[in-house]
């Protein structure tokens, strides 16, 4: 059975063709978070997957839990019915990445349903070891509350969505953005699609160093011209603005390593102005994206601090 907090923000309910779901329950603003929740269990993925050892640790959290605790894990939704383990079945359909080999279950967040361009963003916060849902449009009351399952640098049509969507959701997408037969972007996705792949061609080749020689820049400035005209591009689209947010990412660390000082605190304020919407303005993300454009001319002088830094970049959408 589920809980719902009174004076909760959202409401769980019944959703058309979708199941349960959340609804707003009153005005939602951009930057407002209206859950933060620890997780149900947790499960530890070597290699991303679901192995035998990590179902069995599955099993083991369950064994451990309350009567109340169980009721409220066999009451989520799964899509994988065919799985002769139900557990794994619905750890499967409603997991949450926390980590590079971790995924947990969330049980009310989780309830949020899939928008190829939803209204909400959910991040895990390490300090608390909660995730928390944060609206990144404005939201009308009883409007649905929705998340993307897709990657963030999945700028693909609907095909490509939807092929994604049914082999890790098992589910054919029917948001406002697929809903469509021929959605008015998917030209435009199409090129972005095609720019992407030639912005990480060039990436792949871009040395992490702050040498000014010609030979070394040519390829920077070539990758600081495709990414421009990139997010350009998408910001006339109607796409997740985490995908955006890559993109800005990208042209702060070129702008870094063609030492292009006004740029990159350019691209750092713009960045946060992002971040405190997609994470919260206190979140560690937002804080640090706010201290770099408050004081990156500072760091600017320290090349040693920023070599140990831009050695962990790479280049890729």
């Known amino acids: 059975m589920m809980i719902q907090t009174p004076n909760a923000p959202y409401r769980v309910c019944d959703i058309p063709g979708k199941g349960s779901g959340l609804v707003s329950a009153t005005c939602l603003k951009p930057g407002q978070m209206i859950i933060s929740e620890p997780f149900l269990l947790y499960l530890l993925l070597p290699g991303g997957n679901v192995g035998h050892k990590s179902v069995m640790d599955l099993s083991r959290q369950f064994s451990e839990f309350d009567q109340s605790k169980r009721e409220l894990m066999l009451g989520l939704a799964n899509v994988w019915e065919h799985e002769e383990n139900q557990l794994l079945g619905i750890f499967k359909t409603n997991a949450m990445m926390i980590g590079d080999e971790k995924s947990g279950i969330f049980p009310t967040i989780c309830r949020a349903n899939h928008a190829c361009v939803p209204n909400c963003n959910y991040v895990y916060n390490e300090e608390t070891g909660k995730q928390e849902l944060f609206v990144i449009r404005p939201i009308l009351p009883c409007e649905e509350i929705t998340v993307s399952y897709l990657p963030d640098n999945l700028f693909g049509g609907r095909a490509i969505r939807r092929k994604r969507l049914l082999e890790t959701h098992n589910f054919d997408c029917l948001c406002d953005v697929c809903k469509y037969e021929n959605g008015e972007d998917e030209e435009d996705r199409k090129l972005a699609v095609i720019m992407i792949g030639k912005i990480n061609s060039i990436g792949a080749k871009i040395p992490l160093t702050l040498d000014k020689s010609v030979q070394e820049n040519l390829p920077k400035y070539e990758y ?27 042209l702060f660390q070129i702008s870094v390593l063609l030492e292009m000082v006004d740029e990159t605190v350019s691209w750092a304020s713009k960045i946060h102005q992002v971040a405190k919407i997609l994470s919260g303005a206190a979140s560690e993300e937002s804080q640090s994206w706010e201290d770099t454009a408050r004081n990156w001319r500072l760091y600017a002088r320290n090349h040693e601090a920023i070599l140990e830094t831009i050695n962990q970049w790479t280049m890729q959408i």
Do not use: A, G, K
Not at 230 to 240: A, D, E, P
């Open 224 to 250: 600081l011209s495709q990414c421009t005209s990139l997010y350009n591009h998408i910001r006339s689209m109607y796409v997740n603005p985490t995908s955006v947010y890559l993109v800005m990412v990208q």
